[in-house]
């Protein structure tokens, strides 16, 4: 049995020059059951709305966020913020995704990585287990993206929502965006997939392995249990340096470190030192471990790993559940996520009859295209919203 809690915000419309202020609402579910069959006592995410929910409440457009991200997916929590949502270019009053028109919302995801971060409400192993009184560790159940989604779908049905005008994320957001087309098929009118895939190929769930491994290998880990104690912040770090690494592209690095060059004093002297451009990598890294947390790292690494569109027996079989209309919108240049992967999820939606298409983000970002260049396709995205639905 599901027991909700929520409060509704409606946004008012706003002229496209104006910020978009939000608020960070707390969603709640007893005793939730995950896609591996193991309960949870409690789930608690954050989620966040923009624009307004119309009466028959048919103009719902999901929001589902990338590995590292949040539910803040445009605008702003304070005017004064430095920074708005990571997809504020394509949301808000008159832009592709128009908060005028739509009702948009965005949840954290379920071990959300920034569970540090006083703005993200997450259930995860580092919560208090309520049948322990201590944090859950590695004791908390293995989750799945389609875990990610019924969270979002009890989200939605306690607002008296019962079908998406789409579905829209980049990263492992487009995974979720997928999921959704293929479980709830008859939910979802459309689909866009940014830097995204169908499946985890055996190359894509090898290549993620290496994010998890240093967190490992740290002996502050301690298989899990270091809450209360020292946190494996340099397991942690390497991580996300890696995960950093690896989301851009060497255009982007050289482009970064003009001044760059091999041969620099310290390190050609010192073992011990580094070079600029790796202090650089780790000092970024280093701020974003402060918030994070490496047991949810782990979590969000397996649950991408086990990614299989509809959670079956084939990718096939699960694009043949699939109504929605489609839109991929790859990086070239993804490191992480190839453009093949979308690629080859398109091609078998468009063999099995399926109204899909798919078109490029070019950029010097790599994966990062899809967050940072985003706009690049809002004349596409538009356009996507704008054609009827499949029948």
Avoid at 42 to 54: F, I, M, T
Avoid at 190 to 199: H, K, M
Avoid at 230 to 252: D, F, I, M, S
Avoid at 378 to 390: K, V, W
């Amino acid at each position: 049995m599901l027991f909700v809690t929520f409060i509704s915000l409606a946004n008012q419309s706003l002229a496209q020059d104006e910020v978009m202020l939000v608020k960070k609402q707390r969603f709640t579910i007893k005793n939730f059951t995950t896609f591996n069959g193991q309960n949870i006592p409690q789930v608690d995410v954050g989620w966040e709305s923009y624009g307004r929910l119309n009466d028959a409440k048919d103009n719902v457009v999901l929001i589902t966020h990338y590995f590292s991200g949040t539910s803040h997916a445009a605008g702003k929590y304070q005017a004064s913020d430095a920074q708005a949502g990571y997809w504020d270019a394509i949301i808000g009053p008159g832009k592709a995704i128009d908060t005028n028109s739509f009702y948009v919302l965005s949840a954290d995801t379920l071990v959300n990585l920034n569970v540090h971060d006083p703005m993200v409400i997450t259930t995860g192993p580092a919560s208090l287990d309520p049948n322990t009184g201590k944090p859950y560790g590695l004791s908390f159940p293995v989750v799945t993206i389609r875990d990610f989604v019924e969270v979002q779908k009890a989200l939605l049905e306690s607002l008296g929502i019962e079908k998406l005008y789409a579905v829209a994320g980049p990263s492992m957001g487009s995974l979720q965006a997928l999921e959704w087309a293929s479980a709830y098929p008859d939910r979802v009118e459309r689909v866009i997939s940014v830097i995204g895939a169908g499946a985890m190929d055996a190359w894509t769930v090898a290549a993620l392995e290496h994010w998890a491994i240093p967190i490992k290998l740290d002996a502050n880990w301690d298989d899990g249990r270091y809450y209360g104690k020292t946190r494996p912040l340099a397991g942690l770090t390497t991580a996300l340096a890696q995960v950093t690494q690896t989301a851009l592209h060497p255009r982007y690095f050289k482009a970064f470190n003009p001044e760059h060059h091999p041969l620099e004093a310290g390190p050609l002297s010192d073992i011990r030192q580094s070079h600029q451009v790796v202090k650089w990598l780790w000092s970024l890294a280093g701020a974003r471990a402060q918030v994070a947390d490496a047991n949810h790292l782990l979590y969000l690494v397996r649950a991408s790993q086990l990614y299989l569109a509809g959670m079956g027996d084939s990718l096939e079989q699960g694009l043949q559940r699939v109504k929605a209309k489609s839109l991929f919108l790859p990086a070239e240049n993804d490191l992480i996520l190839m453009p093949y992967l979308a690629q080859d999820v398109y091609q078998q939606l468009n063999d099995l009859g399926k109204d899909t298409q798919l078109h490029s983000i070019s950029g010097p970002m790599g994966h990062l295209n899809g967050l940072r260049n985003i706009k690049q396709q809002e004349a596409q995205i538009r356009l996507f919203l704008a054609s009827g639905s499949q029948s």
